[in-house]
Structures are given as structure tokens and as C-alpha cells.
């Protein structure tokens, strides 16, 4: 949840916004877009960070007691397809030949409002 001073500082970039000027509505957009973009590479700074920190004490998982924020490291795996390869393949035998598989980790971030999200999606029955 953004704290107060937080979204003051948003409501900032949309000072002077002519809401019936293109113009001044594509500058608002392409101002907010790059105060976005900023924020995703210090998120994704952050993210590594993360990562980097749980690898070297060799957690898995971890949940910080001070914001009740879950983190999980885990591996997975990802399939891609070679196009040129499946025209020429009419059998299974062939697909699993030129099927990859790729491993990679995927960082979990968990806060308590999304974990609440999560809970109420599930009682509904989905």
C-alpha cells in the first residue's frame, strides 16, 4: 500500500494536465511512463538483490517477521519449440526430439495484501 506522502508525490505528475489536449495527455502519459520504467529497473534491481542475498545463505524461503513478506527461490523449467524442426515432424517420437527444455529460478514475492487476495479468490470456488 502506497503511504500518503507517496501518492501526493504521484499526484504531482499529473499537474497540468489539459484533459482535452492530446498533446497534454500524451506528455502526462510519456512522463509517467518514464517514472515507470525507472521504478521496474529498481524493482528488478532489488529483485536481484534479493535473489543474490537468499542464494548465498542458501534459503529457499523466507519470511521477513518485521513486513510479513513471503520470498521463495524456486526452479523451474520452461519448453520451446524449434518451428523449423516441427514442420518437418510428423510423429511424437520426432516432437520429442527437437523439443528443449530450459531451467531457470523464479523469484516469489509475497505481502500480505496479496496473500489476503489469494485467500478470498480461493473461497470463492475458482
Known amino acids: 500500500m ?3 506522502e507517496n501518492k501526493e508525490q504521484i499526484q504531482v505528475l ?14 502526462k502519459w510519456k512522463e509517467i511512463n518514464e517514472v515507470k520504467k525507472q521504478l521496474v529497473d529498481w524493482e528488478d534491481a532489488l529483485r536481484n538483490k534479493i535473489k543474490v542475498y537468499m542464494k548465498e545463505r542458501r534459503w529457499n524461503s523466507f519470511l521477513c517477521p518485521d513486513n510479513k513478506i513471503n520470498i521463495t527461490l524456486s526452479v523451474e523449467k520452461r519448453e520451446s519449440f ?3 524442426q516441427l514442420r518437418m515432424i510428423l510423429n511424437q517420437g520426432q516432437l520429442a526430439q ?11 514475492i509475497t505481502t500480505p495484501e496479496m496473500r489476503g487476495s489469494m485467500k478470498q479468490y480461493l473461497k470463492g470456488g475458482h
Open 14 to 27: 499529473m499537474e497540468g494536465l489539459d484533459e482535452t489536449n492530446i498533446a497534454s495527455l500524451l506528455n
Open 98 to 108: 527437437v523439443t528443449k527444455i530450459t531451467t531457470f529460478e523464479k523469484l516469489i
Open 2 to 4: 502506497l503511504k500518503m
Open 82 to 84: 524449434d518451428t523449423n
